[in-house]
């Protein structure tokens, strides 16, 4: 089982919902820490909680991922500060959830800036480093969304579809570098995901962002390729692609999602 404590872990998208608490449990399990988002006070905010609570130290690097030179920017913030990581959490992301044509077009193309590319970069980055240094780890957080289309979160799903294929082709190139890589598939949890919009997540159906961290990190720490950090149903979930022709489980996710109102989602007010 491999310790955190001593290490220092990049965390994206740490300035709410599941970022906060993938910060907050590797803090508890001493782990030094990069936050990166673009709300920089929230980061700041974290930061203090984290430095008081656990006695880590704690960067905070404010930058949008979804911008070409976001990541960039990053690593420039890292080495201005002389920081090496050991673990990259590739946690950012969001999603557009609705008809495909009712969305706005830049939801969709954040969405896969974000999810893809500012991902890709980072990983490439910082990867880089750590395979020339022969050590270091690397959680790109994907979804249970990430194996079957999905009608009404389309571009969502595909973007994630493209973390788990780069995840686990990753995983096998870098097998025996000293560099490992897991891909993590939380289903629902319990976060601000959907802010924003009318669409919502049923609390009686997710699981709670620091349930999910801390499964994700034990597995990591086991040294697997893949996480289910999440409730077993959403497990047996991923299976059903897998054996189901893919028109099938797409017409059937599709009912799910019309299920849950996605057909017919609109924007409201963020919520204070
Ligand atoms: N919630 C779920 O049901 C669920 C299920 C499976 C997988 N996931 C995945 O879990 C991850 C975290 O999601 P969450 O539920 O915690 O969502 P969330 O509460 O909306 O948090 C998203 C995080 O991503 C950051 N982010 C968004 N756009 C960014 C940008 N352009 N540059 C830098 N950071 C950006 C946000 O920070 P700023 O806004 O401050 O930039 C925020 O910290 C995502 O990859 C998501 O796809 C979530």
New binding site residues.
């Given amino acids: 089982m491999k310790s955190f404590q001593g290490s220092t872990a990049l965390v994206?998208?740490?300035?709410?919902?599941?970022?906060v608490a993938y910060a907050t449990e590797l803090a508890r399990r001493g782990a030094n820490l990069v936050l990166?988002?673009?709300?920089r006070d929230?980061l700041e905010d974290l930061a203090v909680r984290l430095r008081e609570a656990h006695g880590v130290e704690v960067a905070v690097i404010p930058?949008?991922?979804?911008?070409a030179d976001?990541p960039a920017h990053v690593v420039a913030g890292l080495d201005e500060r002389g920081i090496a990581i050991d673990l990259l959490l590739n946690?950012?992301?969001?999603?557009s959830v609705g008809p495909f044509f009712d969305r706005p077009l830049a939801g969709h193309l954040?969405s896969v800036?974000?999810?893809v590319n500012?991902l890709l970069a980072l990983t490439h980055l910082l990867g880089g480093r750590m395979l020339t240094r022969g050590s270091g780890g690397i959680v790109n957080?994907?979804?249970?969304?990430a194996f079957q289309p999905m009608p009404y979160q389309s571009s969502y799903a595909a973007s994630?579809a493209f973390v788990l294929s780069f995840s686990e082709a990753l995983a096998a190139e870098l097998r025996g570098s000293g560099v490992t890589v897991m891909a993590a598939h939380?289903?629902?949890?319990a976060?601000?995901?959907f802010?924003g919009t009318t669409a919502t997540?049923d609390p009686r159906a997710?699981d709670t962002?620091e349930r999910v961290a801390a499964r994700t990190l034990d597995d990591f720490a086991r040294g697997r390729h893949v996480s289910y950090p999440g409730r077993v149903v959403n497990r047996v979930g991923t299976l059903v692609p897998r054996l189901l022709p893919r028109r099938t489980t797409t017409s059937l996710v599709g009912r799910l999602n019309r299920g849950l109102g996605f057909d017919h989602v609109s924007d409201v007010g963020t919520p204070a």
């Fill in positions: 994206t998208g740490a300035s709410k919902g599941l970022g990166v988002a673009r709300s929230a930058a949008d991922l979804g911008a976001g946690n950012a992301g969001l999603g954040l800036d974000v999810n500012g957080v994907a979804s249970t969304a994630k939380p289903g629902a949890v976060t601000g995901f802010d997540i997710a962002p």
